[in-house]
């Protein structure tokens, strides 16, 4: 079995009958008129679509859209700029350590009350007697 689709010398030969060389220049014409409308941006085909009245309508943004967006450009960073530096400064060993104290004595606490809870809650259980069961 020939695979038209891996050789395109006999892809162009199907198609266009395999008669000398019309058929590579045929094929060639047609991928050189098919790939404009395969490229990435899609503005030219869609200008021309919208020109021609199939394409969307371009609706106009109401009055408070307008008025609620600034009037000046967004304050974009530039590709290849660095990021301003930060005023806040990094924690020294002794402020870290503070911290992790800090957190560490929060886990504690957190810790200790969670038991309590699990500990108040099978008391309350304990109390309770499940439903008879639906006959």
């Known amino acids: 079995m020939r695979r038209a689709f891996l050789k395109p ?15 590579a220049i045929a094929a060639t014409v047609l991928g050189l008129l098919a790939a404009p409308l395969a490229a990435c941006s899609g503005d030219a085909v869609r200008t021309l679509a919208t020109d021609a009245g199939y394409g969307p309508r371009v609706v106009a943004a109401p009055d408070f859209v307008t008025e609620s967006r600034s009037k000046e450009a967004p304050a974009f960073m530039p590709v290849g700029v660095d990021a301003p530096k930060r005023p806040v400064r990094a924690k020294s060993s002794e402020g870290q350590k503070a911290l992790e104290a800090e957190l ?27 439903a008879p069961a639906a006959q």
Request: charged content about 30%; cysteine-free.
């Open 9 to 23: 010398d006999l892809l162009a030969a199907r198609l266009f009958g395999g008669r000398g060389p019309a058929p």
């Open 104 to 130: 560490e004595g929060a886990r504690g606490r957190n810790e200790s009350r969670g038991r309590a809870a699990e500990s108040a809650g099978r008391g309350a259980a304990a109390a309770i007697k499940p």
